[in-house]
């Protein structure tokens, strides 16, 4: 059975830093490029940020680009996207997912950013 299980979600202030996590189970996830993206109230998924198998490539959204991190280790099955310099506007569910559309995609964890 496939699983994406994310965590680390909270509230924090502006300015602020958080890591969020993903354990993938059921699939072999070295060999899958991993996303992040996320919901914010009343709107559509948004991408945020891919990792190529290995974590050799990178990529953003321009609305994160210098303040987010995606990393990934594979011997824990985990993607990681690092948080920082954090704006009210990132408040939103985070997911990660197998697939840049998140239609294969975890059940989420918050991110709430207070003024």
């Known amino acids: 059975q496939v699983q994406l299980v994310e965590s680390g979600g909270g509230l924090v202030q502006s300015g602020g830093s958080l890591r969020l996590s993903c354990v993938a189970s059921?699939?072999?996830?070295?060999?899958?490029?991993m996303y992040w993206l996320r919901q914010a109230p009343g709107k559509g998924l948004e991408w945020v940020s891919s990792?190529?198998?290995?974590?050799?490539?990178?990529i953003y959204g321009d609305s994160v680009k210098g303040r987010f991190t995606i990393s990934r280790d594979d011997a824990k099955n985990t993607a990681y996207l690092q948080l920082n310099s954090l704006k009210t506007e990132d408040t939103a569910v985070y997911f990660c997912?197998?697939?840049?559309?998140?239609?294969?995609r975890g059940q989420g964890t918050q991110v709430t950013v207070s003024a």
């Open positions: 990792i190529s198998r290995g974590g050799s490539v990178v």
């Open positions: 059921g699939f072999s996830f070295s060999k899958d490029w």
């Open positions: 997912a197998r697939d840049r559309a998140g239609i294969r």
